[in-house]
């Protein structure tokens, strides 16, 4: 299969509101009131931890479909720690990124614990977000003016 390109774009509506078009979808991020923003939408981490259980969903489904196991239900909780210091600006002793990512996924399947074993295990290797937090991407910033 080619490369598929996927993308984004938005406009500022304030210093913590940003609206951003991805197909034909909406996606509002804000922050919560606590950090000074609006609370109008999940912030950008939250997002980062919300794309990361969607993937997972979706690989985990497609996984056991391919090794023939049926998932009644996935459950996934993820949270992750991250110290606001140098987004803030008030330090640089510590990264601006989770320190530490917790992922829990709960199958409800008749599937035996080797079973599951191998699909997480699958799953793992195949998720796309899962590799974009667990490796290096390049990225490229380029300034218009």
Same mark, same amino acid.
């Given at each position: 299969?080619?490369?598929?390109? &996927? ?10 509101? &940003?609206?951003?078009?991805? =197909?034909?979808?909406?996606?509002? %991020? ?27 969903? %979706? %690989?985990?489904?497609?996984? *056991? ?21 140098? &987004? ?6 510590? =990264? *601006? ?13 008749? *599937? ?34």
């Amino acid at each position: 299969m080619a490369t598929l390109n &996927f993308s984004t774009k938005g406009v500022s509506e304030n210093p913590t509101k &940003f609206n951003a078009q991805s =197909r034909t979808f909406n996606i509002v %991020v804000d922050e919560p009131e606590q950090l000074g923003g609006t609370n109008h939408g999940a912030n950008p981490v939250e997002y980062i931890l919300a794309g990361y259980a969607g993937c997972l969903n %979706v %690989v985990g489904h497609l996984v *056991a479909k391919e090794q023939h196991l049926k998932l009644n239900k996935l459950s996934i909780e993820i949270d992750g720690d991250l110290n606001p210091d140098r &987004f803030l600006g008030v330090s640089d002793n510590d =990264r *601006a990124g989770f320190k530490i990512i917790r992922v829990k996924i709960t199958p409800d399947t008749n *599937a035996s614990k080797e079973q599951l074993e191998k699909w997480i295990n699958e799953v793992e290797k195949r998720c796309p977000v899962n590799d974009n937090l667990q490796n290096p991407t390049p990225i490229q910033v380029k300034l218009i003016t």
